[in-house]
Nanobody, 123 residues
């Protein structure tokens, strides 16, 4: 069982930066691939970025490539999403998720989810 708690969301102007954190409970955090997803009102939950259990592999949606960076600290049971050059279209609720299997972009393959944190980017 893994419990996930996101933090770091907020209101920022276009071009600004935010860093999201996702703190995980449980001793087996290092065994999980982790993903960040986002959902805007009326939209589906979309993959943003993912990282393998070791941190050795990362994957990004095309829309955030070059602007966002995912990382993890297994000693702190935490995964991060550094978001730079934010755009109004990045506005959404951001969720972190844990997957016992492999790094994947499919939200249905993730086993545990956080409650989400709101990111709002003003123009």
């Amino acid at each position: 069982q893994v419990q996930l708690v996101e933090s770091g969301g907020g209101l920022v102007q276009a071009g600004g930066s935010l860093r999201l954190s996702c703190a995980a409970s449980g001793r087996t955090f290092s065994r999980y691939a982790m993903g960040w997803f986002r959902q805007a009102p009326g939209n589906e939950r979309d993959f943003v970025a993912g990282i393998s259990w070791s941190g050795g592999r990362t994957y990004y949606a095309d829309s955030v490539k070059g602007r966002f960076t995912i990382s993890r600290d297994n000693a702190k049971n935490t995964v991060y999403l550094q978001m730079n050059s934010l755009k109004p279209e990045d506005t959404a609720v951001y969720y972190c998720a844990a997957n016992q299997a492999v790094l994947t972009t499919n939200p249905r393959e993730y086993d545990y989810w956080g409650q989400g944190t709101q990111v709002t980017v003003s123009s």
